[in-house]
Each structure stands twice: as structure tokens, then as C-alpha cells.
């Protein structure tokens, strides 16, 4: 089984559906309830969002200028890898563990937001991937992010 290592660089909740984005330094997860006070854990299939910092700066690129990346609306942020573009992956964060459900897709917010950019993260999953709690436990900035593909 192959793993790819890289660092949680941001993590961000949503209070309510729809509400900004609200970073953290650190976040409880639990199985039944996703991150500890974003609006969207309990979501089937939909309770993690991740966001890969490569992918997000791509399709940004081709748009316009930088962005910041919680305008995406997603939970975790990673730099060090690309988005896996496969589901049933497996992501290890500390004592968190991730099961990839499916890709997340960009929906019209992300061309309210700017013009293409929706289009622009089309292309190898670069929208993230929506995961589900198979282990909760603590998450921190900074810590150790590793993937499994599906075995």
C-alpha cells in the first residue's frame, strides 16, 4: 500500500449552513457529528470537506488573482499532495482517520465568487474530496496528513 505524507496547513467551520467560514488552530472530530461545531457534520457522506492547496492554486490561477482558500467553503486545507481523485481512499490525520466519499464539485457559489473559477475546478477533482469520520479524534495545524489509496 502506498502513502503520500503532507501537513494540514487549515482547518475551517461553518457554523451554519452557509455562514462564513471560521478558521481554527484545532477541532474535535467525531464519527457521528464530523468536525465539533461545523454546521454540515452530520451530512451524509459530507462530513469533512478537504481541500488541496496545489489544486485550489491551479484553478484559482487560471481566473485571476489569489484567493483566499476558505472562500472555497472547505474544512481542511493540505499542502504536500494533490487531491487523490479516487473514492474509498483512506486519509490518517493524527488519530483522525478519513474514508474519501466522493469529490466534492464546485457549485455556483464558486462562480459567484469569481467568474470561471467553478470551470477552473473542474479538472482532477481540484474542488477537494468529501470524506467520512471512520476515527474522530483531535486535529491540530500542523499536523501529519497521509493517504492510502483503496485497497
Known sequence: MSTQE????GIAIAPK???DMETREAVS???????DGDARGKKRGRQVTILFEDDWADAVAETGPAMDWTERR???LVRGMRSPQEEGGVFTIGDVVLEVAMETDPCEIMEGKRPGLRQAMTPKWRGGVCCVVKSGGDLRL???VSYAPKA
Request: net charge negative; hydrophobic share 65%; aromatic share 0%.
Open 6 to 9: 503532507a501537513t494540514l496547513m
Open 142 to 144: 500542523g499536523d501529519a
Open 29 to 35: 472530530v467525531a464519527v457521528e457529528t464530523g468536525i
Open 17 to 19: 449552513i452557509m455562514a
Open 74 to 76: 472547505a474544512n481542511l
